[in-house]
C-alpha cells in the first residue's frame, strides 16, 4: 500500500465531539452540525490524511489485530502482531526499532478438575501454586469468608466457594487454615474468569465456570471424590515494545503510546488494540506535518502482566530523554462508550478540557502504561471511555471506529497544543 496522503484539514474538536454524542442517539435527526458549518478551534490547522469514518483505517487496524487472536506477552501471536505494527508505521513513513524485555511470567498449561470421571477444564488463578490432589469436595456455603467455613468440615478436602465479595486471596488463605488442601472458587455469572491470587498461598487455587456451580449441589448432597489438576509454571517471557519515529529523531518532545497484549482468552478489541489503532492513526495523521519530528510512538508489550513493557522502556531510557518529554499521552480502551476521560497531570488535564468542552476526568482507577512515566516525573495524560461490560472477556471483540476516529482527532488536537505552546506543562 502507498502511502498517499489528502490534504484535508483538521476537523475541528467540537464537531467530532458532537460526532460522537450522536452516537448515543437521542432520536434527533439532523441535529449533528455538518463540517463546514463548524468554526475551527484552532488557527493553524494540521494537514492530514483523510479519516472518513465509513473507512476508518483505526477500525481497519482493530480488526487486522482481533483477527490474530489473543495477543498474550510471549506467545507466536505477538511476533504477528508486532509484524502488523512495524509494517504499517513503515507504510505511514517512519522507522521502527522492536526493544525487547524479559520477565518471569506465570503460566497456566491446562488446568482442570476430574469429577466421575469427566474432566471439566477451569483456570488456575495467576500466583497459584501447582499441584495435582485427589480428595473430597466440600462445598462451603457463600463466598469463603471464615464464618462460611465454621460450617463445614474442610480438613484434608478440597473446597469449593462462589466468586464474590471478598479477594481471591482472603477465600485462599481462609480456606488454607480451615485445612482445606485445595480450593475452587466457581465464577458468580456465566463464563470463567482470569483472576490473580496477589500474594502467597500454600494450596492450589482454581477457577470454573458459573455453570458449573451444579457441582456445588452434588457435593453437598453426596460425597464427591475429585482429582483437581492446577498445572502451571514459572517461565521468563521475552516481550517486545514496538517504537515508531522518522528517521534521525532521537528526542522526541511527546511520546504517544499504548500497550497491544491482552489478556488470555480474550481477543482485545477495546482492551488494547483500539488504543494501539489511534496511536497508529495519530502517527499517520502526523506524517508529513513538521510535528512529526516531535513526536514518537509506542506500542507497548507485556502491560497486562503488569506494565512490563512501559517499565522496560523507561527503565532503559536516558534520564535525559524523560525530562526532555513535555507529555506521555497513554491510549487504553478507548474503542467503547460514549464519553471520552482523561486522567493524570492536572495541567495536561486542564489543557485537554479546554481545548475539548466535551471531555471529562477520571480519577484514574486501574493502572496503565502512563504509570511508569509519571512515576519519573514525566507529565502524562491518560485517554480512556470507563469501563465496560466485555472487560477481560473472551466478549471484548468489538469497537465503534467512530470513537476511534474521533478519539483520534481529540488526540491529534492535544498533541498539536502541547507542542506549539514553548513552556513545559508544570508538573
Ligand atoms: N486496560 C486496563 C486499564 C484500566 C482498567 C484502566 C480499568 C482504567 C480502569 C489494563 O489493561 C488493565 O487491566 N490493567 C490492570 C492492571 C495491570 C497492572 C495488570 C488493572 O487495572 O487492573
Ligand atoms: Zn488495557
Redesign the pocket.
Known sequence: MSNKKSPVQLQPTIQLLIAGASVVSFGVAGCTPQPEKVQALSSTPLTQTQTATNSSRAGADVQALVKLGPRVAGTPVMDKASTYLIQEYRKAGYVTEVQTFSYPKFQDLGSNIIVGGTTIKGRALNGSQAGKITAPLVAVPNVGRIADFAVVDVKGAIALVERGEIRFLEKAQNAQKAGAIGLVIVNNQSGNFPGALGGETKIPVFALAGEQGTLSDRAQKQRLEVTLNVNTRQANVTGRNVIAHLKGVTQPSVLLGG?YDS?PDSPGAN??ASGTAVVLDIARNLAGTPLARQTWFVAFDG?????HGSRAFVSKAEPQFLQSLKAMLNF??VGVNNNLLVGGTENLTTLAQAANPGVSTFG?????DHAPFAAADVPVLFF?RG?EPN??SPNDKQVDPKLLDETTQVGLDIVKRILISDRAPSK
Not at 484514574?364 to 496503565?368: D, H, L, M, P
Open positions: 500497550h489478556v482492551d488494547n502491560e497486562e502482566d503488569g506494565l487504553d480502551m484514574g482507577r486501574g493502572g496503565s480512556y469501563q472487560y477481560h
